[in-house]
């Protein structure tokens, strides 16, 4: 009996372990209810990471395109071509508007290197000129009325027309507005003017005092995963570029280099100049009023004679040279 309870003992403890390998329904449910949880804290916070980053990253686009457009702007008028330059083809500022919004444009001639590379054939190499028509233009977006674009125009050298043709290299998509405005003088108190065109006002030529310059740009919606975070925030940025005093003087008063036209000299003598060595000249000096010639009045050669002894009467005796030399009348 002892033996058969204790063979039960053991059955038993052996069959309780064997039922205590695995986990139970209940136990697997609760583990992937907490790896669920897990997981979606971790992608929400994944989630949540990537939009501000977007954010950021959208931020830092739109702050560094503003100033980035602005500084090539200023940095082209300051190598703004003058020299041997018409005024009324220095500088053009017109007013634009597309769509409701400020659309201005400028062009001038400018002292830098090409930024677009140019060659006539494709087995020529690539060339850069040291002075180009540079100009900004906008138009609209083709597939979005809402926003306009803003392009650099570049044309290799200077043409006959100076405001026109060239390439142009997109420098913006988003843009909300560009208005510029000229200065004639400095001041706090000078109202501005909303173009600068010899074509449209005579007196708009040469430089102005200052240009203001002011764009505005629209912030551009980033995806993120299957949904778009848009942000319709706005930045607009403003330079003003000041013309110095020494370059708009030298544009009203220009000085144009060119070569002299030296006239030959005539081959027949003056009146009242005497021949040298002739006999004539050396009887009469200059006529009433008139300086006496070479043989006239100082004649060394004139007297027609030995050069080393000269009569004194021929220095600036009778004959009147020496005082028609002061314009008298030899008498």
């Not at 830098?112 to 180009?132: G, M, Q, W």
């Not at 003088?185 to 040469?206: I, K």
């Amino acid at each position: 009996m002892r033996v058969l309870l204790e063979v039960g003992r053991a059955s038993g403890t052996r069959t309780w372990a064997l039922g205590r390998r695995g986990f139970t329904l209940i136990e697997i449910l609760i583990t992937l209810l907490l790896m669920a949880g897990i997981l979606l804290t971790i992608t929400q916070v994944l989630t949540g990471a990537r939009k501000t980053r977007d954010k950021i990253h959208n931020l830092q686009d739109a702050q560094k395109a503003g100033p980035a457009i602005l500084q090539l702007m200023e940095q082209d008028l300051r190598a703004l071509y003058t020299h041997d330059r018409d005024r009324a083809f220095t500088l053009r500022v017109r007013d634009n508007t597309l769509g409701g919004a400020d659309a201005d444009s400028i062009d001038f001639v400018g002292a830098v290197r090409s930024l677009i590379k140019y060659r006539e054939t494709d087995n020529e190499d690539f060339h850069l000129a040291p002075i180009n028509e540079i100009g900004y233009h906008l138009r609209k977006r083709p597939d979005n009325d809402d926003f306009l674009e803003i392009y650099r125009r570049e044309d290799f050298g200077v043409d006959e027309l100076p405001f026109a043709g060239g390439r142009y290299s997109l420098l913006h998509d988003r843009v909300k507005g560009f208005n510029i405005a000229v200065y004639r003088e400095d001041g706090p108190e000078v109202e501005p003017e909303d173009y600068w065109d010899a074509e449209e006002d005579l007196e708009m030529v040469g430089l102005p005092a200052r240009v203001d310059l002011e764009l505005t740009i629209e912030l551009a919606p980033r995806l993120t995963g299957e949904q778009i975070v848009f942000d319709r925030r706005t930045l607009t940025y403003r330079r003003t570029f000041h013309f110095s005093e020494i370059q708009r003087s030298a544009m009203s008063a220009q000085v144009i280099p060119s070569i002299p036209n030296w006239q030959p000299p005539a081959d027949e003598p003056q009146p009242g100049v005497g021949d040298p060595g002739g006999e004539d000249d050396a009887e009469g000096g200059g006529g009433d009023g008139q300086p006496g010639g070479a043989g006239g009045g100082r004649g060394n050669d004139g007297a027609g004679g030995d050069d080393d002894e000269v009569p004194s009467e021929i220095l600036g005796g009778n004959s009147g040279g020496g005082d028609g030399l002061f314009g008298s009348d030899g008498n």
